[in-house]
């Protein structure tokens, strides 16, 4: 990935209030490909008897890591924006767990870039959930 691709993927996230709000931080974003991590935090948590985070909580992170991903690929053309984002619940977070999110951008056309992520807890490496979106590219 060039130096400009990397410097306005991370522009781009530092420039998300929600990201900050949340507590992501970045891992990687590079050459279509992004990881972002969200510690527990009881403040998102969506059901109080079990203290597991609420799925929008995970949603956020998803949609913001899979554009991270989208916007850092080589022919993305500098810019982004959530065209279509589909996530399926595969099981509950383990409260107490950072949540993990990886994301590849693997296709771009001239105006859309199409990625797949998922996200893990540390329980172990079967996904909390899975992602599939299209997202903008370039000034389209």
Known sequence: MDEDSSTIARQFFDAVPHAKALGMQVTR???GHAEIAMDYDERFVGDPETGVIHGGAVSALMDTCCGAAALSHP????????????ID???PATPGQRI??????FQVTRSVAFVRGRAMDEDDDRPVATATGTF???DA
């Not at 022919?75 to 589909?86: H, P, W």
């Not at 993990?100 to 951008?105: D, K, L, N, Q, S």
């Open 29 to 31: 974003i590079e050459d």
């Open 75 to 86: 022919d993305s053309g500098g810019s982004t924006a959530t065209i279509d984002l589909r």
């Open 89 to 91: 619940y595969m099981r």
């Open 100 to 105: 993990r999110a990886v994301a590849e951008c």
């Open 136 to 138: 903008v590219a370039g």
